[in-house]
């Protein structure tokens, strides 16, 4: 975020767009580095795959600027923009073989026949598509397809790559997979790229910067981890992880010299949380009512003297094997907590089991402006 | 890739070839009929018959249609058969090049007076001809195309174009957009993304459209009959009507020129069958 | 890009188009001057024509151009082509029209001078004369006479009641013509002194003599002394197979028939003579009976206007009507009954014929008796099927004449000219008000703009489409305004759709009015389209399994009445529905059903006309579906058989609702063609019994083509089904939407 503009490959100011009275883009303003995976992310509806669209030209705004390099492309067809892109279905070209698919666009820009082939081959090789090159879409697998319709974006050598939900139609297991292909592939040719996803892992673990996108406007933006540990509003927080972020209501308060965040805390099985103070120290009042998340992955089974939060009144206990997620009620609120694998077999539904988190994991928001303190 | 044989329970199996066969019966039963007059020599005595079949078959009917019983008869009959193929091929052509961006257009492109082009041309739909013959000739006469294949080819495409379009539209409509737009970034402007990704896709459909068209033309005889005035000009059928007269037909070597000239159709609908059910699938017509 | 291009390489592709476009502008190159003549005669008479002419252009070096037309299309292409200067020099066509012909400036007046020539007073000379001038020359005299296997009849017969009485073997009828024909009556209705259109110009066909002759021939059939049902084509085929002794034909009946057995040609006899064992219950006569007059034809050539500038084309007419060769090339190739045969050896059977003419009477050329034909021959129809007394049907003639040939105007007529530029104007204005109105709703600069791309795809088809789709069809529907005919049209507002939607006047479900063919039209549609779809979907559905053997041969089988045209399968479908020979009665036959007359009854000719278009139709709907079938996916059937559904079920409740919006739009255009569908009614029922199986469109035909070429009046009928599909079409759009809405907000 602290690059200067001039190294930004993509940028996009202001960008609005509505449909009829229906507004899909609210003022988005975008920044992608040379060379930087970007992640657009965010639920169905917020205006995600519009502005993807919109940088690669295939939609039109109604305000704002978007400028790739240092050309500013608003108003330019897609095929001027110089842009490459990986679409949800993959749209490869039914009549063309995969090698024809991959040739089609720098036939298109007329570029001599010994570059194509060269580039083709060398595309073909990195995706492993070297004995699919004469076959027809309709003779390859899902994942083979992906994989062509990324070498239709490698072989481009494009100032920017677009990729919209490339992995959706892939099993779970092939899309881990292509997920790392995707960022190997982007480490190995450097290129700057957009990716559009629903899917926080995929987010996560591809982006440079992510970008979540709420309502037609970013929510927030940054390196993954930091989004992830700090989120800057309910929504953001609620977005991302999973199991979702647990939300208790509560009330600061200064005891003994900290701060606390807490409900009730003098009645049984209830809880009190304590608060990092660096991080919301502006925000701090005696009795201000906040909105307290913890991630079911932050909190943990107290031992000795670990500090406890709240005493869980287990329902249900998941195992998942490596880890187990214990379902219950902490002070009237739904609460989920992850347990370790051992924990996940001792622990019993109906049991209460005290808990402990770490201070600087407790995050607090306003709860009627939905952000953080 | 194929996946497992479903198993079809006996009845069913049973069931479908009894009602198939049923309906192929019924569908070929009069065609039947046509065929076992074509082989007949005149003269037979009318008896009630169920079964269609000549008592003496003869190909004397063909000989006469294709104008093997005189001089010249077949030179002039292969030129005949030649316009009716030039003529049907070229509406069909016609038809399909001129709907085709259209139909392009309709589905895909947002324009002001879509909706009145759409409804016009469903309404041109149900206007019965009779009122629109005479004013039709005047026009081609002003246009010096009366008596040219050029102007029966225009005529017929004329009235295969609406048509044509409803056909296609539907057709454009299932295709993804997707496959355009990765075209648009891949560097094709919208006209070659139409003509190097939805032609081809739409292949099929615009083979079927342009079977339909061709047949409209290979079939029709009245306005060819009032259009063309050289009988090295004429087309099949109005040969084949000519065997029609005021007091008496001959209705044996009608039948035989019917069935000769239904036989490029056939033949044709047999090669399309597959791209015939696949071009249809949304013949999408909205008023 | 077509069929079959698919296989060819880019290059090839460019070739085939180029080749396929020079071929097509290949017009007609300039050619010497020659002179131009059609003619619907085709095999011998063809043939004599053809040898005659190549006579007169090795005698004349001149070169001529023949060109045979179907009959079908003759009448229009001439009124098309002559009024434009695109006409034949010469065209030879029956005497009758000539009335139509001079109306409409069709042909030439030829000079008496040149008339005196070659014609004494005669048949040939009156028939070509209209308001004391002369047109055309005669060339063939075409009535009916009395045909008899000598086998049977070795003699001339003296009386019908002769011939009826004569001892035949078993299996053999006496007579057999065109009986239910009103050309087959005329002789009869002559016969009793009636006609078809009196000397003063009035309807003819009333009173005792009309009904008299009527009785006459119902009384035959129900002596079973004629062949009933008996069309052209059965008269022959009986005839050549020696089931009948005698039939009652015109001179081109020789021309088809090759003899195995010897023939007589006689005038048609008596009705009865003084010798005769009289009927069951007529007195025995004393004298000769009524002697029959059949209609005679004079086939002339006739000069159009541009012919009659060119003298040669003159002496080609003359050489043609009065030239010795010809003649006998017309009486022996041709086997022409030549009109002026003085000095030529004829055959027998042609001077048989030839004497028709001394007891014939003559067509009348008056344009009204176009609209004679078919009352007369509804008339006699009702009553061979024993509807109707013959008094009520001539009544009942003489109505449907009138109503006919009523003027729908009785009024003054507005003025002239303007009127055309009204009517554009006012659909202009219309054009203009719709286009503000929806330019209001939007803003129509920034619209455009966004429009730009799409025009460049558009406009050229838009501008195809308007001129040569949308224009003519303005045309014609502004001629619904006009009345009379085209050379002589009169202005009278819409006074025709006034008549029409008052159903002329008469009871508003009357026969034959309006709104009851417009009932007809509407069950013909919902029955054929029911049909349509239902059997396609069936069939559509069966033929999509996947594990089903044969499925190309059937979907090729099956597709079969698709593949013919309609005009041939159509006939044959009427054949199919004869009650005697037909071999739907025949499978009935075999199911102990009695013989059905299917169309001499409302309900059966309807269930014939019916059973011939949904065999038409169904092949369309069932490829939609199969098409439509192959864009459902597979999951959500397995998951409804998952869900316990019974094929019913399934179909029932996941294909259809599936299919239903890819069905809609062909099954909307599908009743469209079929409201409008006029082949099937105008070739299998032919309107029988009475008109009452006509559908509008057909109606509007015979406006235009039989009733006194009514065309202003057809056209306003065009214009009114246009007019009920296009409401009719938004009404069900708006019940369906309204239908969808609620069905999918219950869901």
Redesign the interface.
Known sequence: MAHPPAKDRCVARGVTKAYGNNPILRGIDLQIPEGSFAVLVGPSGCGKSTLL?AV???ETVDGGTITLGDRDVTAL???DRD???V?????L????TVRDNLA??LE??KTPKDIIAARVAEASTMLGLDPLLERLPKQLSGGQRQRVAMG?AVV?RAQLY?FDEPLSNLDAALRAEVRVEIRKLHERIGATTLYVTHDQVEAMTLADTLWVLHGGKVAQSGPPLDVYERPNSLFVAGFLGSPKINLLPGTLAFQGNRWSANERASEPGNYQFRVDEDRFAAGLQEGRSVTIGVRPQDVAVAHGDDPVFGQLTVDLVEALGSEGLAHGDLGGTPFVARLDAEEARTVKPKSRVPLTVKAHRVHLFDPSTEKAL | MSPPKERVPLWVSIGSHTVLAAATLFAVYPVLWVISLAFSAGGDAPEPRVVPFPAHPTLENFKQFVGLDHAGGFALFLGQLGNSLIVSLATALVAVVIATPASYALARLPFFGKEGALRTLFATQMFPAVASAVPLYVLLEHLHLLDARSGLVLVYATTAIPFAIFQLKGAIETIPVDLEEAAMVDGATRFQAFVKVVLPAARPAIAVTALFAFMSAWNEFILAATLLSRKSAFTLPIVLQSYVGEHLANWGVFAAGALLVSAPVMILFYIVQRQLISGLTAGGVKG | MNVAFLGLSQRNRYVVLGIALSAITVGCGPEKPSIFVWHAYRGDEEKALEQATRRWEEKTGNHVDLLAIPHGAYAAKLEAAIPHGHGPDLFIDAHERLGSFVRDGLVAKVDDKEIQAFAAEGAARRSLTVAGKGYGFPLASKGLALIVNRQFVPNKPASFEALFHGTYPAGIKPLAYEIQSSYGQAPFVHAFGSHFIAADGTFGFVGEPAEKSLDLVAGWQKRGVVVPDADGALVSQLFAAERVAAVISGPWFLADFSAKFPIDVYPLPPLYVPADVPAAGAPASTSDGPLPRPFLTVEAAFLTPDGAARPEVHDLANFLATDPESLRLRATVGKQVVALAAGVDLPATTVAFGKVADQAELTPTSPAMRATWVPVEQALKKVLRGDATSHDAVLEAGRRFADATKPPLQGEPPPKKTPLFVVFGMLLLGAVFAAIKQAKQTDIRAELRRSKTAYAYVTHAAIIVALLVVAPLVAGAATSLYAGTRSDPTYVGFTNYIAILTARGGALLGHGSFYLTLLVTVLWTIINVFFHVSIGLLLGVVLSRESLRLKPLYRTLLILPWAIPSYVTALSWKGMFHKQYGAVNGILHFFGVAPVSWFSKFSTAFTANITTNVWLGFPFMMVVTMGALTSIPKDVLEAADVDGATPWQRFRYVTLPLLRPALLPSVALGAVWTFNMFNVVFLVSEGEPDGTTDILVSDAYRWAFTRDAQYGYAAAYAVVIFGILFLGSRALQWLGERFSGTSEASK
């Open positions: 669209r690669a030209g295939l067809p897609p095929r842009v490459a892109m679409f949800q279905s993959y749209a070209y039914p009549h063309l089609f666009g298109l820009r239709r481009r677009l």
